[in-house]
């Protein structure tokens, strides 16, 4: 379904991008230009669909950030604007709002937020519970591994 490109925009800034189909960096660059440019221009009273090459394009901005997916013509716009809206509302409960300080500095967690949530371009889970579930007990796990332990632990002696 999602077999473009996933991003993040916050006024014309990349701050996170998913590409689901192989391209060099100068393609991937161009496309973002472009994209980033065209959706900026339009009002905000203005429909967050539209035709671009041979994709549509399908954005939402909340607040300061603006999301986007490019994905085939055949797809459906309201879903992808769906799986736009649960990304967002899966960012907004880990973070607690949201914005773009978050993005910026926990991006890793972001993508691995992105990463649960869609495989391929595709929705993988839509639960919002099982998703987070996931999400935090990988961050259990980090935390542990992260955890000091005592010199004896370390040699295997407790």
């Known amino acids: 379904m999602l077999n473009s490109k996933k991003s993040l925009?916050?006024?014309?800034?990349?701050?996170?991008q998913k590409w689901y189909v192989p391209l060099s960096d100068k393609e991937r660059k161009k496309i973002s230009r472009d994209l980033v440019q065209t959706?900026?221009?339009?009002?905000?009273?203005?429909?967050?669909f539209l035709e671009w090459r041979d994709l549509k394009i399908v954005y939402k901005r909340y607040a300061s950030l603006y999301f986007c997916c490019a994905v085939e013509d055949q797809d459906n716009e309201l879903i992808?604007?769906?799986?736009?809206?649960?990304?967002?509302?899966?960012?907004?409960?880990y973070f607690?709002?949201?914005?773009?300080?978050?993005?910026?500095?926990?991006?890793?967690?972001?993508?691995?937020?992105l990463d649960e949530f869609l495989l391929g371009g595709e929705a993988q889970e839509t639960s919002k519970k099982n998703v987070l579930k996931a999400i935090e007990q990988a961050d259990l796990l980090q935390e542990e591994a992260e955890a000091p332990r005592s010199v004896l632990e370390e040699i295997g002696l407790t």
Request: charged share 30%; hydrophobic share 45%.
């Open 9 to 16: 925009r916050f006024l014309g800034k990349l701050r996170l």
């Open 39 to 48: 959706i900026l221009a339009r009002k905000p009273k203005m429909c967050s």
């Open 80 to 93: 992808t604007l769906e799986i736009i809206h649960r990304y967002v509302e899966l960012l907004d409960k």
């Open 96 to 113: 607690g709002s949201v914005c773009e300080l978050d993005i910026i500095f926990n991006f890793e967690k972001a993508y691995f937020i």
